[in-house]
């Protein structure tokens, strides 16, 4: 099982990314995928998940509004949106996947750095 995180970068406060979770080895549909932060010095904080059947969406209160999940059973492939972007968004991106739980992250992917500064 593979999960690799890309999209991440260094934008001004208030622009927009897209993070991109490139899943090989599971079913997106068939797990939950979770987006899970780690900003300098902090803990991880899980922010976003999408659940395995019918793709109900959740949000930490930090992003809720700004970022959006999203997949792509065909590419097999999760996405997170991030508008509005704030330099307290600043952090390393890993998507996670499990079976049973949204941030469970039985498997995990090498992250994705994202800068929010001017």
Known sequence: VQLQASGGGLVQPGGSLRLSCAVSGLAVDAYYIAWIRQA??????????????DGYTMYADSVKGR???????????????MNSLKPEDTAV???AADRIVCYGAEYWGKGTLVTVSS
């Open 67 to 81: 970022f959006a999940i999203s997949r792509d059973n065909a590419k097999n492939t999760v996405y997170l949106q």
């Open 93 to 95: 991106y890993y998507c």
């Open 40 to 53: 300098p010095g902090k803990e991880r904080e899980g922010i976003s998940c999408i659940t395995s059947s």
